[in-house]
């Protein structure tokens, strides 16, 4: 038996224990998790350093590295999570609705677990502790399949985490980490129908394509992030300046960073040229259509293929639009669907945008940057569905459940 089916099956026998805990063994469960982070750091720092090094030996470009990269803060970050999901409601066994048919039998609607969630993921090993923790916060059981480039890091985590789950109650077997970072167990895990309940791909647009195409699996599909920043004739121009470079530099290789920028013809004189400057101070590299390099010296032309790309990097493409009707529909053609944002003084257009602009997050004078289970209070997320069933934005807690339907009845017969 492989590596992947005997995981997977493992996991699938845990799901079944795990869906009768209750809440106080999982919230344990995470309190010891988030412990067993903070008491390892060091052990997992080293690890990392591992997975950094040869990184930064493939010439592998910053953004890349920076997601890759793990130090105390962002492990402190990672076990806040973690106590931040613990806080929050545990959505299984709510009853979301219940009601009473005239023959007697009394319907409730009910949350519960998925079952074997399979998360397949690219180089950032927060990702395994997010994943393990919602998972057992919703007693799913969770197969984990990381990129060759987190191996170490990812197996340092996941092995902290399992060992300290399984000592506060929760059932070994619950947390499975894939350690074969051949591709043909991508393939292999993507064919486990009837033992992986539904698959979740978090990565860049060719993993999620190959997810999407060809597994065997339901798929939650977390997009990929092309975000713009759309900038109206009316707004506060201060305002402008800030959000657009945060949203662009704060953390520039996450999906939810902002890729284009679009301002108004009316604004673009006077602001672009002020925008640009305080983008290329933070190291961007801008690319623009023919009326934007009119207002900003030395702007790389931009292709057509710019406006569909996601960067992942100190890059932004800027166009001039004629107003809010050329930027929604310039949204609508080369968007996908994740974060997109306005700024502007003017509420009707603020409300507009918000109408008519297809995403599954939509800003009004704030940065992208915000699109995150953590910032909405979700404690942290399993990735950012762009899709339109299930679930859609920042997945948390609640999209990690299903419904089943209990039904009580006192002997009553169909007809």
Known sequence: MSEVLAKATQAKNAARHLASLSSQIKDMALEAMAAALESEADRILQENQKDVDAATAAGRPKAFIDRLTLNKKRISDMAEGLRQIKALPDPIGETISA???????????RRV?????????????NVTADAIGLCIKTANAVVLRGGSEAINSNQAISSVMARAACKAGIPEGSIQLICDTDRKSVIELMQLNGIIDVLIPRGGAGLIRTVVENSRIPVIETGVGNCHVYVDSECDPEMAVNIVVNAKTQRPGVCNAAEKLLIDKKAAPELLPVIAQKLREA??????????ARYVDGLIPAAEEDWYTEYLDLIMAVKVVDGIDEAISHISKYGTKHSEAIVTTNYFKGRRFTQEVDAAAVYVNASTRF???FEFGFGAEIGISTQKLHARGPMGLKELTTIKYVVLGNGQIRK
Do not use: F
């Not at 677990?113 to 090993?125: K, Q, T």
């Not at 190291?283 to 934007?292: I, K, M, S, T």
């Open 99 to 109: 009601w009473t048919r005239p023959n007697g039998l009394e319907v409730a609607q």
């Open 113 to 125: 677990p998925l079952g074997v969630v399979g998360i397949i993921y690219e180089s950032r090993p």
């Open 283 to 292: 190291g961007v590299e801008l690319r623009g259509c023919p009326e934007a």
């Open 371 to 373: 699109t995150d289970g």
